[in-house]
T-cell receptor, first 114, second 112 residues
Framework: NAGVMQNPRHLVRRRGQEARLRCSPM?????VYWYRQLPEEGLKFMVY????????ESGMPKERFSAEFPKEGPSILRIQQVVRGDSAAYFC????????????FGSGTRLTVV | QKEVEQNSGPLSVPEGAIASLNCTYS??????FFWYRQYSGKSPELIMS????GDKEDGRFTAQLNKASQYVSLLIRDSQPSDSATYLC????????????FGKGTHLIIQP
């Protein structure tokens, strides 16, 4: 039973390009969460999605960032016109329910903006 | 604003001793509490979850929750060098539409 799968593991983008980060939840999990971790910082919640629905995006910047979790396929976190401050580790997690039970993190995508 | 506070450390503990990690949270509506371990460059790994007041033990780990004091702790008995990592405290309101709120983590160093 594969865990939460994120790809790519490492992503390098030039300033102004778009970054697309993918997350496939664990089998049987329908709740997906995206977090950002800056160096020496804790994880900051960005967005919580269920299939085809954004439930809570209160932690996501209003501009340049978007997320989706289509009926088929992985969840996508999209960052448009990346800036150096977007460089961070982006973690996806999935859970069985909204109490956080079975919460499992993927291995993360490390985005570097040059 | 929901906040989770942890001492960033580093907390240095001799091998074989008990490591005590503490966490306070501001949201009284929090229902679920978690401790994660994160090695440098790796993803967080769930160590313990606790939902009701009191102690919960799992092997060398004991989580303690006091909702009245809004306080969560993690005890690690017989500390091993492999326990050296950053420990993240996280809380969740539960039953609603939010993710986990994390503290910044405590860096634990077990000295051989």
């Amino acid at each position: 039973n594969a865990g939460v799968m994120q790809n790519p593991r490492h992503l390098v983008r030039r300033r102004g390009q778009e970054a697309r980060l993918r997350c496939s939840p664990m089998k049987g999990h329908s709740h997906v969460y995206w977090y950002r971790q800056l160096p020496e910082e804790g994880l900051k919640f960005m967005v919580y999605l269920q299939k085809e629905n954004i439930i809570d995006e209160s932690g996501m910047p209003k501009e340049r960032f978007s997320a989706e979790f289509p009926k088929e396929g992985p969840s996508i976190l999209r960052i448009q016109q990346v800036v150096r401050g977007d460089s961070a580790a982006y973690f996806c997690a999935s859970s069985r329910n909204d109490r956080g039970e079975g919460y499992t993190f993927g291995s993360g995508t490390r985005l570097t903006v040059v | 604003q929901k906040e989770v506070e942890q001492n960033s450390g580093p907390l240095s503990v001799p091998e074989g001793a008990i490591a005590s990690l503490n966490c306070t949270y501001s949201d009284r509506g929090s229902q679920s509490f978690f401790w994660y371990r994160q090695y440098s460059g790796k993803s967080p790994e769930l160590i313990m979850s606790i939902y009701s007041n009191g102690d919960k033990e799992d092997g060398r780990f004991t989580a303690q929750l006091n909702k009245a004091s809004q306080y969560v702790s993690l005890l690690i008995r017989d500390s091993q060098p492999s326990d050296s990592a950053t420990y993240l405290c996280a809380v969740n309101r539960g039953g609603g539409a939010d993710g986990l709120t994390f503290g910044k983590g405590t860096h634990l160093i077990i000295q051989p």
